[in-house]
């Protein structure tokens, strides 16, 4: 069974911190996306990353795929209370079928204003 | 575009009882899902759809069944409920990728479903 594993799950910092969340599995795949949820709703897609390596940058958030596409990083400069939710990773596997896209148990955050 | 809708909000049910929720989704996306969440465990896929009329099993599927009769719904029905399908259930919706390897998917807002 391949598994996602995310590090740590509960992270709680002060408000202009910087932090990384971690995604790792054994598996190789060939795409590895992350969402973020908030209470009371359902996850929402921020970035997907299909090359060994790659490096996206949304606004204050840094994504990696690593270079084997088996892990994968969330990095946030300057966290705002804004950031605050639940980050999931999801990885996929190349022609694989809709069933075959894992979830992470996911990296609960809390930004301290 | 509303997006992917997920009815009810909230439903208690008393053990075996039984229930239906439905999703319905406006962006004419050919895949739709159902995931269950529970604390520490992120997201089970419970059975998906690639098409109308066309319904398979995803990682935990006991004790649920589906239906896909048009391509805007896909509807998650319990028989007969018990206190370990307490969860919070949410559909999902995505197109394939280019090479299907990978699919961005659109999520509800979910159903928090308790099973006394």
């Known amino acids: 069974t391949q598994l996602l594993e995310q590090s740590p799950q509960f992270l709680s910092i002060q408000e202009g911190e910087n932090l990384t969340v971690y995604c790792n599995s054994s598996?190789?795949?060939?795409?590895l996306q992350w969402y973020r949820q908030e209470p009371g709703e359902g996850p929402v897609l921020l970035v997907t990353v299909v090359t060994g390596g790659e490096v996206k940058k949304l606004k204050r958030l840094t994504f990696q795929f690593g270079d084997a596409r088996k892990d994968s990083s969330l990095h946030i400069t300057a966290a705002q209370p804004g950031d605050t939710g639940l980050y999931l990773c999801?990885?996929?596997?190349?022609?694989?079928?809709?069933?075959?896209?894992?979830f992470g148990s996911g990296t609960r955050l809390s930004i301290r204003p | 575009n509303a997006g992917v809708t997920q009815t009810p909000k909230f439903r208690v049910l008393k053990t075996g009882q039984s229930m239906t929720l439905l999703c319905a989704q406006d962006m004419n996306h050919e895949y739709m899902y159902w995931y269950r969440q529970d604390p520490g465990m992120g997201l089970r896929l419970i059975h998906y759809s690639v098409g109308e009329g066309t319904t398979a099993k995803g990682e935990v599927p006991d004790g649920y069944n589906v239906s896909r009769l048009k391509k805007q719904n896909f509807l998650l029905g319990l028989e007969s409920a018990a206190p370990s399908q307490t969860s919070v259930y949410f559909c999902?919706?995505?197109?394939?990728?280019?090479?299907?390897?990978?699919?961005?998917?659109?999520f509800g807002p979910g159903t928090r479903l308790t099973v006394l």
């Open positions: 598996s190789v795949f060939s795409s």
């Open positions: 999801a990885g996929a596997r190349r022609y694989s079928s809709a069933s075959k896209i894992i």
């Open positions: 999902a919706s995505s197109i394939p990728g280019p090479t299907r390897s990978y699919n961005e998917q659109f």
